[in-house]
């Protein structure tokens, strides 16, 4: 059997285009988990609706974010958690 492949897609998301800050995206997402010890905030959720695994969404400054959302075999191999911190991790912020 082939293995699954993993799919990502980011959309970077600005305060003035979508018209909500990063806080205000953190909030309307309750079952969100934080991820710890990161420079830049950055959560991730499951949404029921959409066709992924989950989303992590990252705050690139106080008037941007990226949003990755993952589906693939990682997700249940290494757990949500995980992969999230991996995603985090790959992220580079160049201003």
Do not use: H, W
């Not at 008037?63 to 992220?91: D, S």
Request: a negative charge; hydrophobic letters at 35%; charged letters at 25%.
């Amino acid at each position: 059997m082939a293995e699954q492949p993993s799919d990502i897609e980011c959309t970077i998301f600005t305060t003035e285009s979508q018209g909500y800050t990063y806080d205000e995206v953190r909030a309307g997402y309750t079952d969100g988990i934080d991820l710890k010890n990161t420079e830049n905030r950055a959560f991730y959720y499951v949404d029921e609706y959409a066709d992924t695994d989950f989303a992590l969404v990252y705050e690139i400054n106080s008037e941007a974010m990226v949003k990755v959302q993952y589906t693939g075999p990682l997700a249940e191999e290494l757990g949500l958690e995980q992969v999230a911190e991996n995603l985090y991790n790959i992220i580079e912020v160049i201003e």
